[in-house]
């Protein structure tokens, strides 16, 4: 492909480079008074650095909010700089000397991507370009047509240019792109035509077929993960995070446990699974009531918000009819202080009007204080209730785990007489030919013990941590969710106050204006 070079000193993009695109691409009838109080980066969605001789991408960081952005037709070498641009939609970065594709992670909302007439070699590094429609390549690299099934993903790509790579020499690349990617309306500048779309699924229908099993396959995969990420946010939630996978972290990961294995396995296989199904019972209940509780906690949590929501909006109610009444009268009373010549008129009606402030000052602080007791009566019965449904959760989980440890306690003692049982007949000369590794450790009763309850303690320990996890975690979050409930209130209750007050010094204020320009 060519390669693009001019006898201008190669340019780094600077701030001054940006200010002066961003000048030159105004609107004319507001380009004078733009240059004069300069234009605001956050206010920049264009910038157009085509034939700017730009050999680095850099110092646009500031212009988070670009949508379209031209650098074509410079000299620039590598991609980057740019993946911080996430409300990027539309990028032009043609005729350039990139080799490779980088530096996109995180845009996800690029829709349009132009690396034609470059020097890339092959197409990956847009993962994360999940909205991609259009996408042109040609007059690239790439050697092999192979390398388009890497496009398949993309299932909003619609457009593309591939013209001008070496693999366009394969009479069937064509055929091979409509084959693989089903989706596409627009090849190589012509919209694809039925009849080029039934040529390419009949030439590749075993490839098709073998791509649709691994479609689905991938998509099993997916939903797999969406499910068990979904799973775990929730067991997160409740403070229960992996608790289904405890019993096989608990051998999978004991060392101690593998080493020994070997001196007895079918015995220790059984044994394992007969410690496994009484496990994972008390697992199943355990998990059964967490999740009940998390939900009534989370119910609780609600409930509690709409009632002092349903309490704020009523007091609301009244004081806004309150307010507008108040409004009303003060209007009608001020009209006669600015307009009356009367000395006793205008007297009385400044002094009803003093009382009306005042008797509304009064109505309002008493509906917030009737606010605030009502406010205290409902968390006290939601703290209550909330600390009750967290006491049950962690008395429960105190109680399912000493179980666990108890069916812990009789399979390590099972375990260490099969293990010792061994050990007698090994001494005896009563064993098969072992291995060297497990000479090692029966040729010392010693080692022996100390790998047999280091496994043991191993085993404890994660149940100790699971346990720890679940009862620590349900306290801070009852401390966590009864604190912000109070620190809500209070905010409420503060920014009240001082509405309350800003409102009634307006008044006064209004008040005394119109006194000074009575008579």
């Given at each position: 492909?060519?390669?693009?070079?001019?006898?201008?000193?190669?340019?780094?993009?600077d701030?001054?480079?940006?200010?002066?695109?961003?000048?030159?691409?105004?609107?004319?009838?507001?380009?004078e008074?733009?240059?004069?109080?300069?234009?605001?980066?956050?206010?920049?969605?264009?910038?157009?650095?085509?034939?700017?001789?730009?050999?680095k991408?850099d110092?646009?960081?500031?212009?988070e909010?670009?949508?379209?952005l031209?650098?074509?037709?410079?000299?620039?070498?590598?991609?980057e700089?740019?993946?911080?641009?996430?409300?990027?939609?539309?990028?032009?970065?043609?005729?350039?000397?990139?080799?490779?594709?980088?530096?996109?992670?995180?845009?996800?909302?690029?829709?349009?991507?132009?690396?034609?007439?470059?020097?890339?070699?092959?197409?990956?590094?847009?993962?994360?370009l999940?909205?991609?429609?259009?996408?042109?390549?040609?007059?690239?690299?790439?050697?092999?047509?192979?390398?388009?099934?890497?496009?398949?993903?993309?299932?909003?790509?619609?457009?593309?240019?591939?013209?001008g790579?070496?693999?366009?020499?394969?009479?069937?690349?064509?055929?091979?792109c409509?084959?693989h990617?089903k989706?596409?309306?627009?090849?190589?500048?012509?919209?694809?035509?039925?009849e080029?779309?039934?040529?390419?699924?009949?030439?590749?229908?075993?490839?098709?077929?073998?791509?649709?099993?691994?479609e689905?396959?991938?998509?099993a995969?997916?939903?797999?993960?969406?499910?068990?990420?979904?799973?775990?946010?929730?067991?997160?939630?409740?403070?229960?995070?992996?608790?289904?996978?405890?019993?096989?972290?608990?051998?999978?990961?004991?060392?101690?446990?593998?080493?020994?294995?070997?001196?007895?396995?079918?015995?220790?296989?059984?044994?394992?699974?007969?410690?496994?199904?009484?496990?994972?019972?008390?697992?199943?209940?355990?998990?059964?009531?967490?999740?009940?509780?998390?939900?009534?906690?989370a119910?609780?949590?609600?409930?509690?918000?709409?009632?002092i929501?349903?309490?704020?909006g009523?007091?609301?109610a009244?004081?806004?009819?309150?307010?507008?009444?108040?409004?009303?009268?003060?209007?009608?009373?001020?009209?006669?202080?600015?307009?009356?010549?009367?000395?006793?008129?205008?007297?009385?009606?400044?002094?009803?009007?003093h009382?009306?402030?005042?008797?509304?000052?009064?109505?309002?602080m008493?509906?917030?204080?009737?606010?605030?007791?009502?406010?205290?009566?409902?968390?006290?019965?939601?703290?209550?209730?909330?600390?009750?449904?967290?006491?049950?959760?962690?008395?429960?989980?105190?109680?399912?785990?000493?179980?666990?440890?108890?069916?812990?306690?009789?399979?390590?003692?099972?375990?260490?007489?099969?293990?010792?049982?061994?050990?007698?007949?090994?001494?005896?000369?009563?064993?098969?030919?072992?291995?060297?590794?497990?000479?090692?450790?029966?040729?010392?009763k010693?080692?022996?013990?100390?790998a047999?309850?280091?496994?043991?303690?191993?085993?404890?320990?994660?149940?100790?941590?699971?346990?720890?996890?679940?009862?620590?975690?349900?306290?801070?979050?009852?401390?966590?969710?009864?604190?912000?409930?109070?620190?809500?209130?209070?905010?409420?209750?503060?920014?009240?106050?001082?509405?309350?007050?800003?409102?009634?010094?307006?008044?006064?204020?209004?008040?005394?204006?119109?006194?000074?320009?009575?008579?």
């Open positions: 492909m060519s390669t693009n070079y001019n006898n201008t000193e190669p340019t780094v993009i701030e001054e480079l940006v200010r002066k695109a961003i000048n030159e691409q105004l609107n004319p009838e507001i380009a008074l733009a240059r004069k109080e300069g234009v605001e980066a956050s206010e920049v969605t264009t910038l157009r650095l085509d034939y700017k001789n730009i050999l991408i110092n646009l960081w500031v212009y909010n670009i949508t379209r031209q650098l074509d037709n410079n000299i620039i070498e590598k991609i700089n740019i993946n911080f641009l996430k409300n990027l939609q539309w990028l032009d970065l043609s005729f350039n000397n990139i080799s490779q594709i980088e530096g996109l992670d995180g845009l996800s909302k690029l829709t349009d991507l132009t690396l034609y007439n470059n020097r890339i070699s092959k197409i990956d590094s847009l993962d994360d999940v909205n991609l429609q259009v996408f042109s390549i040609g007059n690239n690299n790439i050697p092999v047509m192979e390398n388009l099934a890497y496009l398949i993903k993309f299932e909003n790509l619609r457009v593309l240019n591939v013209a790579n070496p693999f366009c020499k394969n009479p069937n690349y064509k055929y091979y409509l084959a990617l989706r596409l309306k627009y090849l190589d500048y012509r919209l694809v035509d039925d080029s779309t039934k040529i390419s699924h009949e030439k590749y229908i075993d490839s098709i077929i073998s791509l649709e099993e691994e689905k396959v991938a998509a995969k997916k939903e797999d993960q969406r499910k068990r990420a979904e799973l775990d946010a929730l067991h997160g939630k409740a403070h229960i995070l992996h608790v289904d996978v405890l019993f096989d972290t608990m051998f999978g990961e004991d060392h101690d446990f593998q080493k020994l294995v070997p001196i007895a396995p079918s015995i220790i296989y059984e044994m394992r699974e007969e410690y496994r199904a009484k496990f994972d019972i008390v697992i199943k209940e355990l998990k059964h009531f967490v999740l009940r509780k998390s939900q009534d906690k119910e609780e949590i609600a409930q509690v918000r709409k009632c929501s349903d309490v704020k009523a007091s609301d009244q004081c806004l009819e309150k307010l507008e009444a108040f409004q009303h009268k003060k209007k009608e009373l001020i009209k006669v202080v600015q307009n009356s010549r009367n000395a006793k008129e205008v007297d009385e009606a400044l002094k009803v009007l009382e009306e402030t005042q008797s509304l000052s009064d109505f309002l008493s509906a917030e204080m009737v606010i605030v007791e009502q406010f205290e009566e409902v968390v006290k019965e939601f703290e209550r209730n909330y600390t009750e449904m967290c006491t049950a959760i962690n008395e429960t989980g105190q109680t399912s785990f000493a179980r666990l440890r108890e069916l812990e306690n009789e399979h390590q003692e099972k375990f260490a007489e099969a293990i010792l049982a061994m050990y007698e007949r090994f001494n005896k000369g009563d064993m098969d030919e072992v291995d060297d590794e497990i000479r090692d450790i029966m040729t010392d010693d080692v022996l013990m100390n047999i309850n280091a496994s043991h303690d191993f085993r404890l320990g994660k149940l100790d941590h699971q346990e720890d996890a679940l009862v620590s975690g349900v306290v801070h979050d009852q401390e966590q969710v009864i604190k912000k409930i109070h620190d809500d209130e209070i905010r409420r209750n503060r920014d009240r106050i001082s509405e309350i007050i800003a409102f009634l010094d307006k008044c006064n204020q209004e008040i005394d204006n119109a006194e000074e320009n009575a008579y």
